[in-house]
């Protein structure tokens, strides 16, 4: 079996306690496999430990055990392979939007010519709705959600190969975040990026992912299920919910997080599985994968509205 382009292997992280109790023991012994050009979302309660291991995908943070490979090299640092958009938007607050994107674009394509790289900022810039002027305005000059924008232009615009985006659209009202979200998949479609996604909504990890990584509550929090998204794209917001398959997936995700994120956290004795329980739905339902690891998405269909 081939390793996949992102290989999460046996992967803990504590945190020391500030007074010297007990460590805090976030997640343990996680394993997951995720096949280039895979776009895939993690769902779990509040604190379950999705941003810690976003943190240490980007190389931001390190684990207590386990490693992470990507591209058959560990994951020691972060790297300009791995874009990266927070919640809390981490912009540089002294520089202008556009200049926070030119910046990020500059260090990537570096034989790139000042031309260069404002045409394609701004092309981002314009994607997120900010090419109107709001460009020149810094961070303390914008709203919450068009921080949000910008910070989503500049990972876009360096085009790594891992989009990992923790949940990016929180910020955004309803329009925006529709819209935003098309153009994720208009670029996820047109190039052959990974994209590993947190986040809380389920109807919108059903419209992206060809597969939702489900946490179990913690500490000792653990990828439980690994449910196969298998509904053809180009996939429309207002049609999803007449797929046949689309109620039992969501019905299953709300389930887990309603009860068996709860009924299965907890520390595992020794000889569990680390690997998730695949879970398909509709004509795959009775396939058998033993294991999560390792095993490749669903036949992928990426054309979109307007594009093949
Ligand atoms: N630097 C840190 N030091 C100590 N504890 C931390 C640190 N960072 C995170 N934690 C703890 O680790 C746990 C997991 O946090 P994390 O932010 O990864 O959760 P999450 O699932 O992303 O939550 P949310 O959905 O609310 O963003 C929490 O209990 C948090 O308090």
Not at 3 to 8: A, D, E, G, Q, R
Not at 82 to 89: A, D, K, L, T, W
Not at 220 to 245: F, L
Request: net charge neutral; hydrophobic share 40%; glycine share 8%.
């Amino acid at each position: 079996m081939s390793t996949p382009f992102l290989s999460v292997q046996n992967l803990s992280k504590r945190f020391q306690a500030p007074k010297g109790g007990e460590p805090l023991t976030v997640f343990e012994n996680v394993s997951l496999g995720v096949e280039k050009g895979e776009f895939v979302c993690i769902i779990g309660h509040s604190g379950c430990g999705k941003s810690t291991i976003l943190n240490i995908l980007a190389g931001l943070d390190e684990p207590s055990d386990g490693a992470v490979i990507m591209n058959g090299k560990e994951v020691s640092g972060p790297s300009l392979d791995r874009g990266i958009v927070f919640q809390n938007y981490s912009l540089l607050p002294w520089l202008s939007a556009l200049k926070n994107v030119t910046f990020a674009v500059q260090a990537r394509f570096r034989s790139w010519n000042k031309k260069q790289v404002h045409e394609h900022s701004m092309k981002y810039l314009e994607m997120v709705g900010l090419a109107d002027g709001a460009e020149l305005r810094k961070p303390s000059q914008l709203s919450g959600g068009m921080r949000q924008r910008v910070s989503i232009a500049r990972a876009f615009a360096i085009q790594p190969e891992l989009l990992l985006l923790d949940e990016p659209f929180g910020a955004l009202d309803a329009l925006t975040r529709g819209s935003i979200q098309d153009e994720l998949i208009r670029i996820w479609s047109g190039s052959d990026q990974t994209v590993f996604m947190i986040t809380h909504d389920v109807d919108e990890a059903i419209l992206l992912a060809d597969r939702i990584l489900l946490m179990t509550n913690g500490p000792y929090a653990r990828v439980a299920e690994s449910v196969q998204v298998e509904i053809d794209r180009p996939r429309e917001r207002a049609n999803i919910i007449h797929h046949p398959d689309y109620y039992d997936i969501r019905n299953h995700l709300v389930e887990f997080l309603a009860t068996r994120s709860r009924a299965l956290a907890g520390k595992q004795e020794g000889t569990e599985q680390s690997a998730p329980k695949v879970v398909r739905f509709g004509a795959n339902a009775g396939a058998v994968i033993p294991s999560e690891k390792g095993s490749k998405p669903g036949a992928r269909k990426r054309a979109v509205n307007g594009a093949d």
